[in-house]
């Protein structure tokens, strides 16, 4: 069964650190990798990866994909309380070109 | 140009009624889907509805739960006879075509509390 798994499920960190957050995943067929920000509505698109080694960068936040060893990492360096949020990662598969595979997001907490 | 509406934002329902989620796609996009969201869960598809068509309901629990997107209107999802384990967040997504699952632009959900 195709899954997506996210660690940790929770951090607290304080303003000015730099968190790594996890996403492994088991998808048959892969396609892409996707990173979401929710905060209190509606999940905000971050990032879509499709090659291994290529980061991909947004101010503060990048993200890279390891198509070996199955995983993505995104970090976000001189945090502020702003990136408290829920990340939630998600996969595309090549022969289900609509339903995404989620992970249960890392709740992140940033304290000042 | 606004993005994805839905209504109510919150829904309180007694145990048994019925419980309507409205959905407006953003302008220009013609898929639909229907995802929940349960405490420390991620979001678990429902449905995928193009206009006037159910495409895949697989996710979508056979009994109680519907859904529909008129030709005109919004999409609906319907549950009927809530119980307490219908509780969570729905949220919907629209994107403008089928081969684009990165596009699909969030709603800022409903949350449903059954009591």
């Known amino acids: 069964e195709d899954k997506v798994v996210q660690s940790p499920l929770s951090l607290v960190v304080h303003e000015g650190d730099t968190v790594t957050l996890n996403c492994s995943y088991e998808?048959?067929?892969?396609?892409?990798l996707l990173w979401y920000k929710q905060e209190k509505k509606a999940p905000t698109f971050l990032f879509m990866l499709?090659?291994s080694g290529i980061e991909k960068k947004s101010g503060r936040l990048s993200s890279i994909l390891d198509k070996k060893e199955l995983f993505s990492i995104l970090n976000i360096t001189a945090t502020q309380t702003g990136d408290s949020a829920i990340y939630l990662c998600?996969?595309?598969?090549?022969?289900?070109?609509?339903?995404?595979?989620w992970g249960a997001g890392t709740k992140l907490i940033i304290k000042p | 140009n606004a993005g994805v509406m839905q209504n109510p934002r919150h829904l309180v329902r007694r145990r048994g009624q019925e419980a309507r989620l409205r959905c407006s796609p953003m302008?220009?996009?013609?898929?639909v889907y229907w995802y929940r969201q349960l405490p420390e869960e991620g979001l678990k598809f429902m449905v995928y509805?193009?206009?006037?068509?159910?495409?895949?309901e697989s996710g979508m629990p056979k009994e109680r739960f519907s859904a529909e997107f008129p030709k005109e209107g919004p999409s609906i999802l319907r549950i009927q006879q809530v119980v307490r384990g219908d509780s969570a967040a729905y949220f919907c997504?629209?994107?403008?075509?089928?081969?684009?699952?990165?596009?699909?632009?969030f709603g800022p959900g409903t949350r449903l509390t059954v009591t």
């Open positions: 509805l193009q206009k006037e068509n159910i495409i895949d």
């Open positions: 998808v048959t067929n892969f396609r892409s």
């Open positions: 997504a629209s994107s403008p075509s089928t081969h684009s699952s990165y596009e699909q632009y």
């Open positions: 302008k220009g996009h013609s898929h």
């Open positions: 499709t090659s």
């Open positions: 998600a996969v595309e598969a090549w022969d289900s070109n609509y339903q995404l595979i």
